[in-house]
């Protein structure tokens, strides 16, 4: 049998030819959950002239892909202990890792790309099984070419999963795993040119859980215990979630239900048990969880409860009820999940996504990148006044839609000269080194111009709080008063203790001082305004970026004088309004 690629797949398809035939960086290819990633690697890998490496995590994957190439008419092996094969003598395999990782010896052929599925699984650890292959075939070929596929390119705790973008802009850095996004597809799209179900996002009806005292670690993760803590006060709200599910599901065909927790899995399939129900967790043999699995896509079970397992490599097409009864802070986890019901299949016409988590995402928003830092924030856009580059940042706006806030750090766009490129060096937030002057980015140790070391903005406030004559205020905001050409800045911290401090702006140096500490992080939100006089400063006042920290020493004759102001601060001390 012979394929006709959609559009968009011969488009990633031609898309990785050109990116391999003038560089050997690695790549990556950003397709949504049913887009046809299988179709796009078996029509690489029927194009290859030497020997071809497929990649996956689980057994599930690796008989999905095979099957799409076989489907070609073309033959390939299987190199997979869950599988019950393992041989590397076709010019295509496709391979579990973990089988393969075991076995590095018998990767001893010239082999020309690797290709990864599910490729934001691969991270920068020296020793990680994918680096382990990729190692050991690059001593035969060290020109080997590396491709990626996934439909989520940028992981909690870790950031994204490559460097620059095809459009021209920069997300991860430059140690991150891929070089180069070469390709991308937003799910809109899918949707819009009918190649995925419409999902229909339904408010629930009844209460739903709050998860919202609970905290994830920098992985977005939060602890079970503290999870089955919570739910287990939440009982009764469960077992009104689940006869809300039954109720809306009536009419469906299939059901996946997304528990937090084993234990609350359990709890969720009792609630079902005259219904036909099944629970897959990762302590699940083997043997049972393939049986479950092959009844619920042959609809002998309507409803699938899971925990963590069933989110990758996972296709049942008749799914078209998604409950999410677990928190996540991951918008690429959020649509992963949600994308297990988004397939297409015969007389569906669309899929509920019921959120009894309240999570709060916005499937069709684009992934920020960072971790949310507030339930209010949501992603804006954001103009550089640098390079004129329009970047996604968590942010606020006002009722009418004005970002009033943002938290990006710098900007993303990549400035292209000749055949050089780089990012833009404009920084929205930065620390600035007292040598130099120069803007670092706020986590920086050593200045990037001078390589003066910079000094650790928690090392100042906790030199500060041990001082008997100083003081430190969280700074919850700031008031503007002038009299001639002299303002007086007040800082208000959230107790009502107050600081002042006096710019004269006839004197040259306080004034430009002021402009070092205001100006850029004023022009974040108004490119074109100035606050060159003393009436702009007056106008602006309530729109100015207040410190996080104000530092103090007492002086014997004037009393508290302020010695230093920390912006943008990101360390282990609670700011001003948040919860310690």
């Not at 488009?11 to 050109?18: H, R």
């Not at 419409?198 to 919202?212: G, N």
């Not at 239900?257 to 048990?273: G, P, R």
């Not at 009436?535 to 100015?544: D, F, I, K, N």
Request: net charge neutral.
């Amino acid at each position: 049998m012979i394929y006709n690629l959609r559009p968009y797949q011969q488009d990633a398809v031609s898309n990785t030819l050109a990116h391999f035939r003038r560089s050997d960086d690695s790549a990556v290819i950003v397709l949504p959950t049913g887009a046809g990633k299988s179709l796009v690697i078996a029509e690489l890998a029927r194009l290859a002239k030497h020997k071809l490496l497929v990649l996956a995590h689980v057994k599930e994957l690796v008989e999905q892909n095979w099957q799409k190439y076989a489907s070609f008419g073309l033959e390939a092996s299987i190199y997979s202990a869950g599988l019950g094969q393992k041989s590397l003598a076709n010019q295509v395999t496709f391979a579990s890792i973990q089988s393969i990782a075991k076995n590095l010896s018998a990767l001893d052929s010239y082999y020309s790309l690797v290709i990864i599925d599910e490729c934001h699984r691969l991270s920068d650890d020296d020793n990680s099984q994918y680096l382990q292959v990729i190692n050991q075939l690059k001593s035969i070929n060290p020109q080997l070419k590396i491709l990626g596929l996934t439909a989520t390119p940028y992981r909690l705790g870790i950031g994204w999963i490559y460097y620059q973008h095809y459009r021209g802009f920069v997300r991860g850095d430059i140690n991150s795993p891929f070089k180069k996004c070469i390709f991308e597809l937003p799910l809109s799209y899918m949707i819009k040119h009918g190649y995925l179900t419409v999902p229909r996002e339904l408010k629930p009806a009844v209460e739903h859980y709050d998860f919202s005292a609970l905290m994830a670690d920098p992985y977005g993760r939060i602890s079970e215990k503290d999870l089955n803590t919570l739910l287990h006060k939440q009982q009764r709200v469960t077992k009104t979630i689940v006869e809300d599910i039954r109720a809306l599901s009536a009419m469906r065909s299939g059901v996946m239900i997304f528990a937090s927790t084993i234990k609350h899995a359990e709890e969720i399939t009792s609630y079902l048990q005259t219904e036909s129900v099944a629970l897959v967790t990762g302590k699940t043999a083997k043997q049972e969880r393939d049986e479950i699995i092959r009844q619920f896509k042959a609809k002998q079970i309507k409803y699938l409860v899971n925990v963590s397992v069933l989110t990758t490599g996972f296709d049942a097409p008749h799914v078209d009820v998604i409950a999410i009864l677990r928190p996540t802070e991951s918008i690429s986890l959020y649509q992963q999940i949600v994308g297990r019901g988004l397939r297409l299949a015969p007389h569906k016409t669309d899929c509920l996504v019921i959120d009894y988590a309240d999570n709060g995402f916005d499937l069709f928003r684009p992934e920020v990148g960072s971790k949310r830092p507030a339930p209010d924030t949501e992603p804006v856009q954001v103009v550089c006044p640098g390079c004129g580059f329009a970047n996604t940042f968590w942010g606020r706006t006002d009722s009418q839609g004005k970002v009033i806030e943002h938290f990006g750090r710098r900007c993303q766009g990549l400035l292209v000269d000749e055949d050089e490129q780089q990012q833009c060096d404009y920084r929205f937030r930065f620390k600035t080194c007292g040598q130099c002057g120069a803007e670092n980015d706020i986590a920086a140790r050593v200045c990037q111009s001078c390589d003066m070391v910079l000094v650790d903005p928690d090392d100042k406030l906790r030199d500060a709080l041990n001082l008997k004559h100083a003081l430190v205020i969280r700074c919850a905001g700031l008031s503007i008063t002038a009299k001639g050409q002299v303002l007086t800045i007040t800082y208000h911290d959230e107790e009502g203790v107050e600081l002042k401090e006096r710019i004269d702006f006839a004197n040259s140096q306080r004034k430009a001082q002021f402009m070092a500490e205001y100006l850029k992080r004023f022009q974040d939100l108004h490119p074109e305004a100035e606050l060159n006089s003393v009436a702009a400063v007056l106008a602006a006042a309530g729109q100015l970026r207040a410190p996080d920290f104000v530092i103090a020493k007492k002086h014997a004759k004037f009393g508290w004088q302020i010695t230093d102001k920390l912006f943008d601060y990101q360390g282990r001390y609670r700011k001003a309004n948040q919860l310690g």
